[in-house]
């Protein structure tokens, strides 16, 4: 069966460092996703991407983050400067472009820790 | 705005008896309805979802769900509960009328099961 990939699974940086977190989404998916979830809360929203463009972000999608697809099967996320705050789990998802699939595939994650 | 509520932080219930995990939530239109399943270090696995039509809706590993529209629920249900349920379980829901583009999802704060032998 298809899956989500996610590298690394466990990421460690100092404060103030780029990272970029990798994703391979299920290979006929069109519609790609990063949600995070910090230690002990809910799952939370941050970016949808479709046609190589964003086409959702919520409030905690600043500046300091960014996607990317750079090539046929890989999807990025970056941040830039990281802080303490961006320690996480990091799920990149997936989902097919008919009407009713809106189910969304998840990869393992990744676990961001910033020193 | 949507949103999602789990009343419950954990349930339990001994092997063999049937379980329930309640969900409610809140769209300005009409819901896309999700259950997913965390194990612990494992990514999210979708178990299943509503759409439309019947209300009962069945999925993976003999999981339902029933789409109570004027109760505004979703609860996850099992006739007979396994120890190997026991993991981390999230209701989700889209609001179909979000807008064109708009796939996001809602978590709830996910309902910790556990199953006692």
């Known amino acids: 069966e298809p899956e989500v990939t996610q590298t690394p699974s466990h990421q460690v940086t100092q404060m103030g460092q780029e990272v970029i977190l990798r994703c391979v989404p299920i290979?006929?998916?069109?519609?790609f996703y990063w949600y995070r979830q910090i230690l002990g809360q809910k799952v939370e929203f941050l970016v949808s991407?479709?046609?190589?463009?964003?086409?959702?972000k919520s409030e905690i999608f600043d500046d300091q983050f960014s996607v990317e697809r750079p090539d046929g099967s890989n999807f990025t996320l970056k941040i830039r400067s990281t802080k303490l705050e961006d320690s996480a789990m990091y799920f990149c998802?997936?989902?097919?472009?008919?009407?009713?699939?809106?189910?969304?595939?998840f990869g393992p994650g990744t676990r961001l820790t910033v020193t | 705005a949507q949103s999602v509520a789990q009343p419950e932080d954990q349930v339990n219930v001994a092997e063999g008896n049937p379980l329930t995990v309640k969900c409610t939530y809140s769209v300005s239109g009409n819901p896309y309805l999700f259950w997913y399943v965390q194990y612990p270090n494992r990514g999210l696995q979708f178990l299943l979802k509503y759409i439309t039509g019947d209300n009962l809706v069945k999925g993976s590993y003999g999981f339902e769900a029933e789409f109570n529209k004027s109760q505004t629920s979703f609860h996850l249900k099992k006739p007979s509960a396994l120890v190997s349920d026991s993991a981390l379980y999230f209701c989700?829901?889209?609001?179909?009328?979000?807008?064109?583009?708009?796939?996001?999802?809602?978590f709830g704060k996910g309902t910790k099961l556990s199953v006692i032998p």
């Open positions: 998802a997936s989902s097919e472009s008919s009407g009713s699939s809106y189910e969304q595939y």
């Open positions: 989700a829901v889209r609001d179909i009328y979000s807008g064109a583009g708009s796939y996001q999802l809602t």
């Open positions: 991407f479709y046609n190589n463009e964003i086409s959702e």
């Open positions: 290979s006929n998916h069109l519609y």
